[in-house]
């Protein structure tokens, strides 16, 4: 079992890596004092509920919680005012009190959509993540939680803490390999910003993640982790340093914005954006291994490197414009120095960037 | 022009309160720093809107500042995750960022609907209150902001405070009769819990407050906003002490609950509140002029001191016990000791309270 610290005063708390943990989940509540007077509220999704629901619950129940589930539909569509409201509807039904705590079980979609719920409930009760996806030790760090607007994701939302964080990695098992390689993604960008000597050790691992060996993987959840709880806590309301997370996001974004339905999932767009990012870098003057690097470990996560020959460079760059971070023919950009640096640049050209995209599209003609 | 500081650390914010200072409203939010780079969205309502809109808006568009303003229908319905859904879609048409602020001008549900979009929209940005109702005086200090759900009030919310208070004595001229008493209620309330000499002065001047004279609101208000700050800045997140601010509530909710539409105002329901409360303080052994005291002021203010015959004590009764302050017999409540002091006890009997509403009916049909 491995154990980090994400320190923000007051509101540190810790995240437990291991596997099994589920079956524990109750000596966890107890350590961090969650009394069984009030009824515990199980926040999960479809997907995740037949495979680990029953064990959860058995496990608070065994060890006298009471706790009321709550399921909703897989997928980002979930993360709405509406779900909120039927939420809170539930929670009143449960009779959820300002003792009673939320726990999320499942991938970012629930731990975003749980949290807001915490977070807003009788304005505000505690809340605990039970992440299920690789991509969610993301999600899982940084206290942001929100749900989406029809017209922006994530716009409505809070900063709320969880009490701590149990990360199972029995039940990463169950998970597609896509999602597999596209938590994955993630994983890397920590590296890629902080830490180069663990984009050595992803590299010579990846086999091993992609076929979730249990050991590699709590090794992995734990740097990256490691890698944006301090990030975190050097800036928890995201007021400068934080966007240094943004790494291949910009793109990433623009990529999500004008892909088709379920033709590129969030890790596969910011894998195609940070290897754009290390492109920009090395026209930025950093040496070219940042960018064969970046996309070598990447390609062996099993992510996507290169832009697809139907996109439409114009398409993309106008969801970028539409982001708001140009003005006037520069944009804010995260960009690599070296392999686990980074720097954020306000002045790099729009053209530039522009021409990186359209670079990306090229490399899988030449495929 | 009187000022007042909210006292949170900081958080604090101060409370201006004087005529005309919509008038001002630029100079306001130039000397809190404010930029006029970001877009305002003032959100009012269909009340307000044509009686006070058109100043604020020249007011600041004079100052230089880019204002949009939403306008939602008058009345307690929305105050709703619908109307948050909406106006967050206003605030992205309208293109406000980080550093934008919100702007509440208008009564309590402006201010706590106001006060959620702000709260959540990009994980929260600034806002400022400019109140019009009296009872706002009350909803401006302490930064509680909430939208209600079909099953309950206020239950999804946050804490969030203002940037500062511009209290316009202005505004309050064009208040209809019943909102003037209503609010008063709470400036009595204030007093009764706090500061004795005051309760006197209310007395005295109640005429001159129902009048709407300025100079006497004006301090009614300062006077008002400074228990209630006082209060909060010992307990900004509800824990223990900011309870007594609930005086005459219990039993006021549970009026506004079994009342028809429109039959009472929340602030008709909780003088009768009070005046129970008053009534149960002298039988817990408070001298008897606590309720004679607390019923006269009350009156004086045009509110109702009892219970109009055809409520029904049982669906009273029940409407508080749903509240779940109960257990075993006795329930948690607000007594007043002495007039200006309260103490919370969590030992009354029920059986006391039925038989204190039903004096309180039984007092209207001695009239
Ligand atoms: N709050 C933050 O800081 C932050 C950071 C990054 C991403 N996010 C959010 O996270 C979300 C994406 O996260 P995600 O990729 O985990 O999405 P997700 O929660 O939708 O999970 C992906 C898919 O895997 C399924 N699934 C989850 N666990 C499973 C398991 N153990 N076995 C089988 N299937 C399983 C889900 O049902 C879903 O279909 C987005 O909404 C994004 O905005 C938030
Ligand atoms: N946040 C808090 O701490 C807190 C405390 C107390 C009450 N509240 C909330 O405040 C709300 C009640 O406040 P309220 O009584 O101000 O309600 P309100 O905002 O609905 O105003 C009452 C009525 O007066 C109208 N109005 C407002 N200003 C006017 C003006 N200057 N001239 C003419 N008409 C005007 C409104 O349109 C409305 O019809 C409730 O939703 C309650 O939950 C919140
Ligand atoms: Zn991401
Ligand atoms: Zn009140």
Redo the contacts with the bound molecule.
């Keep these: 079992m491995r154990e980090l610290n994400v320190d923000l005063g007051e509101r540190s708390y810790p995240i437990y890596i291991g596997e099994g943990l589920i079956n524990e989940a109750a000596s966890y509540f107890q350590k961090h004092g969650i009394g069984k007077k009030s009824p515990l509220l199980i926040i999960t999704?479809?997907?995740?509920a037949p495979?680990?629901l029953p064990q959860l619950e058995e496990s608070l129940r065994n060890g006298g919680y009471r706790a009321v589930s709550a399921v909703v539909p897989?997928?980002?569509s979930?993360?709405s005012l509406a779900m909120l409201g039927d939420l809170v509807g539930e929670a009143l039904d449960a009779g959820l009190d300002r003792k009673s705590v939320i726990v999320a079980l499942?991938?970012?979609?629930?731990?975003?959509l749980a949290?807001f719920v915490a977070a807003s409930y009788m304005r505000g009760i505690k809340f605990v993540q039970i992440?299920?996806?690789?991509?969610?030790h993301?999600?899982?760090?940084?206290?942001?939680?929100?749900v989406?607007h029809p017209k922006a994701?994530?716009i409505i939302?809070a900063f709320h803490q969880p009490e701590f964080v149990l990360y199972d990695l029995g039940?990463?098992?169950?998970?597609?390999p896509r999602?597999v390689s596209?938590?994955l993604a993630?994983v890397v960008k920590h590296g890629l910003i902080r830490d180069a000597a663990f984009v050595d050790w992803c590299e010579q691992n990846a086999d091993k993640l992609r076929a979730l060996d249990a050991d590699s993987l709590g090794y992995a959840l734990y740097k990256g982790c490691g890698v944006k709880a301090s990030v975190v806590s050097q800036d928890e309301k995201e007021l400068g340093l934080r966007a240094i997370l943004n790494l291949g996001h910009t793109i990433g974004h623009a990529l999500e914005a004008v892909a088709g339905y379920n033709e590129l999932?969030?890790?596969e767009a910011i894998s195609i954006g940070m290897v754009g990012a290390a492109r920009l870098g090395v026209r930025c003057g950093a040496p070219q291994d940042v960018y064969t690097t970046t996309k070598r470990v990447l390609a062996k996560c099993g992510l996507p490197v290169s832009l697809p020959k139907h996109y439409d460079v114009d398409a993309i760059m106008a969801a970028m414009m539409h982001d708001k971070k140009f003005s006037e023919g520069t944009m804010v950009f995260i960009v690599p120095t070296a392999i686990g640096s980074v720097e954020i640049r306000s002045d790099v050209s729009v053209e530039w960037v522009r021409e990186i995209v359209e670079e990306l599209k090229l490399e899988a003609e030449q495929k």
Tied chains: 1, 2.
């Design positions: 999704d479809s997907n995740v495979r680990h897989a997928g980002e979930s993360k499942g991938g970012g979609v629930v731990g975003d949290g992440p299920t996806t690789i991509l969610a993301d999600s899982s760090v940084g206290g942001k939680v929100a989406n994701k994530n939302g039940t990463l098992q169950t998970l597609p999602d596209s938590g993630e999932q969030h890790g």
